[in-house]
């Protein structure tokens, strides 16, 4: 599983001209799965994203973690996180199929919420336009 976090002011998400999601303080994650990904892995992911400490405390030091500015999270499902560069057309077979992607896609996002985070979020598979105010910029791979 592979994820972009980036720290932003607000972000939204729109699918057909229409608002989908959207936060103010907190992160946009672009979340990848791929074919060998598992729920345990999903939960790994949740965990690392919910405790990432890159909100600046009271002397400008990256110390805080979402639950202590009162963030919220947008996720984005984003099979390109998967792609096979190795020609100038990319290739996305290295990307999980949508029966095994969406079950850990949703579990990801029930595993924010069950540490009491708000989580909006884009439509999976959907043509989706998403737009953020980036925060420093800080913005952060992980792959679990």
């Known amino acids: 599983m592979r ?34 990904d598992t729920p345990a892995q999903a939960d790994k992911m949740a965990e690392k994203i919910c405790n990432l400490r890159i909100f600046e405390d009271e002397n400008e030091k990256m110390n805080l973690n979402l639950a202590a500015v009162g963030g919220a999270l947008l996720v984005v499902s984003q099979f390109t996180l998967y792609a096979d560069t190795s020609s100038r057309r990319p290739g996305f077979s290295r990307a999980a199929k949508p029966d095994l992607a969406i079950p850990l896609y949703e579990r990801f996002m029930d595993q924010c919420r069950e540490k009491g985070f708000r989580v909006e979020h884009g439509e999976f598979g959907a043509d989706m336009q998403v737009f953020s105010q980036n925060d420093g910029p800080v913005t952060i791979l992980l792959e679990v």
């Open 3 to 36: 994820a972009v976090v980036t720290r932003v002011k607000n972000a939204r998400v729109e699918i057909n001209g229409k608002i989908n999601g959207a936060i103010e303080t907190g992160f946009l994650v672009l979340l990848g799965v791929g074919p060998d």
